[in-house]
């Protein structure tokens, strides 16, 4: 049997170009109601439960009042729905003075994030690139030690990165934290770009180089548009990531007024003194979440696009 | 030469010491600027600033008074910091594990042409969306033992139903582990998808003509294939156990008592709560040691060998 | 709010020369309702002097919002004033000459005679210059009862250490929670702080935290305050809550007797409408030894090459001291007033005891201005780690103590 496999393995790899993500994967469905089926439906089921069920007492409790969430079933759905805790967390919370809630940073978290974003995915996907398809000597060592970086925790960074920002003349600008996203966000992705374009038929980068396609031709018009759903992974991780960092926005811009969302969202939850609004905080946190799974539900049709774009080279 | 043998990805050393090379590679070696920056004088500077100042009594503020290897002593003569080693490794096996074989099942059961993907996908993904600052708090509440899972399943009838892990010292990495694989996974699945989504469909084709069954099928030839997705996948994971830090800080803050305490959160709290960053970089650096010392036979294997292709 | 920031630091350029308007930007960690509202009445006063007041809040105490306000300071960037808490974490920041020497202001404003007690100056004051302003007392020598689990328990409302651990097995019986204790090791080891000054009396109180003596600490006084805490650790079996005002919500529902816990738990009992004396019972250094810490919070001001700015720290420095000031801050904090020239608008009976101990000079510093952080930190830990483990004993917690004082610098 195993030999099968092997001999299939090898009989695909032979084709690979006129093969490549050219049409839909896995197994094909089998008929409706079958064994299999149920079982695939009822994992999936199991496993969603257990993912969305923090989801639900969330949702839940931002829908209560403070009187019925002290009253304690978390499970129990609202007696009373409200959508104060909403309102409260948006516009009316306080930080500090200021009692504008999540919405004083909204804005800025966005200003941070489009840049940051765009500017991070791009150099990472260049840098997978490079590292798969044009090595050089020394490429490796390189990414070797990025790939350290990975592992650092970013608080150890914290203070020689203000060091080198300040040396720089960045520290406290808008610039300065872009290019901290960027940095911190490229070993784990330029891991992940330099893996999937590594897995892709090398006689496709063959046949354009025959053709005398140059490196910024080939990485636009073949690999970039074959690539879409790896592009929507890295997308998704940089938006996360950006989007929920508190400790670098907070850090390395030096005016209150630029702070981001995460600022206010950690102001509202983490009060350490007084009475915890637990349905404000829900609500907050449901609120700062939405642009990041806003990105998701959208990267649901790229993934399909990235099928389909595959498709149309095949 | 080798090129027509080797995968790209593997096998190009050989082939770059072709002067005509040399000169296209040019465009590659710009590209790779902003990588070799970072990697140099952010990654490699900062760690090596970090090593040197562990060799120092620095305080609040990082000064070059030098005390030898007193951090270092002191470190390991520290019960909380020996409790940290032990529950990091005890999280990251099971987390690893976990979010590999969860991550790859729920990939391989989305990518059998269900309806509803989608929806799934999300409901898999979302948890990474959102802020640990209150997920954690929501699962404190589930597995609280007065109004969570506990007292739900005793209501149910089964009354003698203990399930307790945050306030019990002995298990309360299980509990921490519950929530790190609820935030982690779907991430995970999503590069399994990816990955799976560039496998290409003769495969499947050529693996059912031979009568070939799906799981053996995924086992023997998609998950070979899918090595570099799984490398990457392990890094991620990898990265994300050594990092630990806010999720503890969320639900337990290390407790009861030391009994979920982490390298990471060691350092944060000698650093910024004792105010001794010698004491937090000296542990920062047996961190990155420790990392080094996994990382160094990976690269090997990833590179070394074939340098003299 | 920006419009008005922008239009304000546009009249403070035309204004260069005159005693024109600045923005000074504050960094603390006060961000819950009653600290908020505390925080807005410096920024109301300040902003009343025609300047305008920049508010930079970081939730999550000093271990968040340290590393920041550092960051900034290192980065050449600092904000113009802000929180800490007084004693010896600003050492370093002082001694790398950082922070403004406002020793001209206090002279001027004779904080000398005015700030009691004197700790808190001393606090402030490194190598005869001030640097810093206290501006409240916060006190960890506090034991907060509910009257209605005594009541319910049958038996009264105990005065001293040794009556609460008599009475503990009938509250024990009536279903009630002996003692509330959060999960965090702060709070474990302030109240180990609170038993050890009450049971071991000031003088081995004072020789272990003051003179860092490790001998001490494996005396007979030191023996006891251990042993109590052991027992203490059984009487808080029952109550698994990680925040301290989840404990304090405990006392107040009466699921729990008592908490030993700093003054600030007297605003939780406020705002769940409970009245001192009545509802609830306090007893000041555990009715044992009746002397009040005093620690608080106290502002710095980084150096900032700006000869106007300097002028503008120095007015705000000044102000943040001003009676009225005072008064309407402490009020809306829950804290005492630095100067005890002052009257506070509501005094209940509890704050009436801690106001007559301060008159009396009944205090002693408080842990932040005696122990580093590191050390605080060390043992933190180990407090925890006795609290939550069963199996270790007094003895065994007593000796890592010692070795902790004994490394203490």
Redesign the interface.
């Known amino acids: ?2 030999d ?2 092997i ?3 090898t ?3 032979q ?2 170009i006129h ?11 089998k008929k409706k109601l079958s064994r ?1 089926n149920i079982i ?2 009822g ?2 089921f199991v ?2 439960m ?6 639900y ?2 949702i839940v409790t931002s829908l209560k009042g403070m009187p019925e969430v002290r009253m ?4 129990a759905p609202p007696l009373e729905v409200t959508f104060q805790p909403w309102v409260k967390a948006w516009s009316e919370a ?5 009692c ?1 809630g999540l919405s004083r940073g909204f804005w800025n978290s966005v200003t941070i994030l489009i840049p940051s974003v765009i500017l991070s995915v791009a ?1 990472a996907s ?2 997978g ?9 020394g ?2 060592v ?25 040396e720089a003349g960045l ?2 600008s808008l610039t300065g934290l872009v290019l901290v996203h ?2 911190f966000g ?3 992705n ?3 770009f ?7 038929p ?1 006689e496709l ?2 046949a354009a180089r025959v053709d005398g396609a ?3 031709a080939i990485f636009f018009k073949i690999i970039m548009p074959m690539s879409l ?2 592009f ?2 890295a997308l ?2 940089q938006v ?1 990531g950006i989007w ?1 960092d508190f400790l670098f926005g ?3 811009i ?4 630029a702070y981001p969302m ?2 206010q ?12 609004e ?1 349905n404000v ?2 609500a ?3 609120l ?2 939405l642009v ?2 806003a990105i ?2 959208a990267s ?1 049709k790229l ?1 399909v696009r ?2 389909a774009a595959g498709a149309v080279k095949g | 030469m080798t090129i027509t043998q080797t995968r790209p990805g593997e096998g190009q050393g050989g082939a770059v010491r072709r002067p005509s090379r040399l000169f296209r590679n040019m465009s590659a070696k710009v590209a790779m600027l902003p990588l070799i920056f970072t990697a140099v004088v952010i990654f490699l500077g900062g760690t090596l600033w970090t090593v040197l100042y562990s060799f120092t009594g620095s305080g609040l503020l990082p000064r070059l008074e030098w005390v030898g290897l007193e951090q270092y002593e002191r470190l390991w003569g520290t019960r909380k910091w020996i409790v940290s080693i032990q529950n990091l490794a005890l999280f990251g096996f099971f987390s690893l594990i976990g979010t590999l074989v969860i991550g790859f099942i729920l990939a391989a059961l989305l990518d059998r042409k269900i309806r509803g993907e989608a929806v799934f996908r999300s409901i898999f993904l979302y948890p990474f969306a959102l802020s640990f600052i209150v997920t954690g708090l929501v699962w404190q509440w589930i597995l609280n033992p007065e109004f969570g899972l506990q007292s739900v399943v005793r209501e149910l009838g089964w009354s003698t139903f203990t399930f307790d892990p945050l306030n019990n010292p002995s298990i309360v990495m299980y509990g921490l582990l519950i929530a790190g694989l609820w935030q982690g996974t779907g991430l995970i699945m999503c590069i399994m998808l990816a990955g799976l989504r560039g496998i290409d469909e003769d495969i499947w084709k050529a693996a059912r003509v031979d009568g070939i069954g799906t799981v053996k099928t995924y086992v023997r030839i998609i998950i070979p294939m899918m090595r570099p997705v799984f490398v990457t996948a392990l890094v991620l994971i990898a990265a994300g156990i050594v990092k630990l830090y806010d999720l503890v800080v969320a639900q337990t803050s290390g407790g009861p008592g030391i009994s979920s305490e982490v390298p990471a959160k060691y350092v944060m709290n000698t650093m910024f709560g004792g105010q001794n960053l010698g004491q937090g970089f000296a542990a920062s650096t047996m961190m990155l040691v420790m990392v080094v010392i996994i990382l160094i036979p990976w690269a090997y294997l990833e590179f070394g060998g074939k340098k003299n292709g | 709010m920006k419009l008005s920031t922008k239009l304000l630091s546009a009249t403070a350029i035309c204004a260069a020369g005159s005693a024109g308007a600045v923005d000074l930007e504050v960094m603390h960690w006060w961000t819950s309702g009653g600290e908020a509202a505390a925080v807005t009445k410096f920024a109301d006063a300040w902003t009343a002097t025609g300047n305008t007041w920049v508010d930079g809040a970081i939730a999550g105490g000093g271990d968040t919002a340290r590393p920041i306000m550092v960051s900034r300071i290192i980065g050449g960037d600092p904000p113009a004033a802000f929180q800490f808490n007084h004693g010896r974490q600003a050492e370093e920041l002082i001694e790398a000459g950082l922070i403004l020497d406002i020793t001209d202001v206090a002279e001027a404003e004779g904080w000398a005679d005015i700030v009691s007690p004197t700790s808190l100056m001393d606090s402030c004051t490194y190598d005869g210059r001030v640097f810093c302003v206290p501006v409240n007392i916060h006190s960890w020598q506090w034991m907060w009862l509910s009257n209605a689990a005594y009541e319910t328990a049958g038996v009264p409302v105990p005065t001293n250490w040794a009556e609460f651990m008599e009475t503990a097995p009938a509250i024990r019986e009536a279903g009630i929670v002996p003692l509330a204790m959060g999960g965090q090791p702060w709070q474990q080891n302030g109240a180990f702080g609170v038993m050890a000054l009450a049971l071991a009396g000031e003088e081995a109180w004072r020789a272990v935290n003051v003179d860092k003596n490790s001998e001490i600490v494996m005396g007979p006084e030191y023996t006891a305050v251990f042993e109590a805490f052991g027992e203490a650790r059984e009487l808080s079996n029952g109550l698994s809550v990680q925040d301290w005002n989840q404990a304090t919500a405990a006392v107040i529902e009466d699921t729990a007797a008592a908490q030993i816990m700093g003054d600030w738990a007297q605003g939780e009992f406020a705002l769940a409408g409970e009245v001192a004396g009545t509802d609830y019972s306090c007893l000041p250094g555990l009715g044992d030894v009746a002397l009040l810490d005093t620690g608080g919070d106290a502002f710095f001001f980084p150096v900032i090459d700006d000869p106007e700015v300097q002028a503008a720290q120095k007015e705000l420095a000044a102000l943040l001291l001003s009676p009225e000031v005072q008064v309407a801050f402490n009020s809306a904090k829950g804290s005492l007033p630095v100067r005890p020239d002052v009257d506070l608008t509501t005094v209940n009976e509890c704050t009436q005891k801690g106001l007559d101990l301060l008159a009396a000079g009944a205090t002693v510093p408080a842990g932040t201005q005696l122990l580093s952080p590191d050390t605080t930190t060390q043992a933190n830990d180990l407090i925890t780690e006795f609290w939550s483990t069963p199996a270790m004993t007094p003895a065994e917690a007593q000796e890592r103590y010692a070795a902790i004082i004994a490394d203490a610098d």
């Open positions: 049997m195993a099968v496999g001999l299939a393995a009989k695909a790899a084709h690979p093969t490549l993500l050219d049409g839909p994967r896995g197994a094909k469905p299999g695939v439906y994992t999936l496993f969603a257990y993912y969305a069920l923090p989801l007492v969330m304690g079933n978390i499970f306080c930080t500090g003075i200021n504008d150099i260049v840098n690139y490079a590292l798969s398809m044009w090595k050089f000597r490429s490796e390189f990414f070797t030690i990025l790939m350290i970086g990975a592992f650092i925790p970013y608080q150890i960074m914290l203070y020689p990165i203000v060091i080198l920002l300040r520290y406290g960027v940095a490229m070993p784990i330029t891991l992940l330099r893996n999937y374009f590594s897995s892709i090398e980068f063959k140059g490196f910024w759903p790896i929507v992974v998704i991780i996360t929920n907070v850090t390395y030096s005016s209150p007024d995460t600022v969202l950690n102001n509202i939850v983490n009060s350490v003194q007084g009475v915890k637990y905080n829900m907050a946190t449901l700062t979440g990041p799974l998701y539900f649901g993934f990235g099928i």
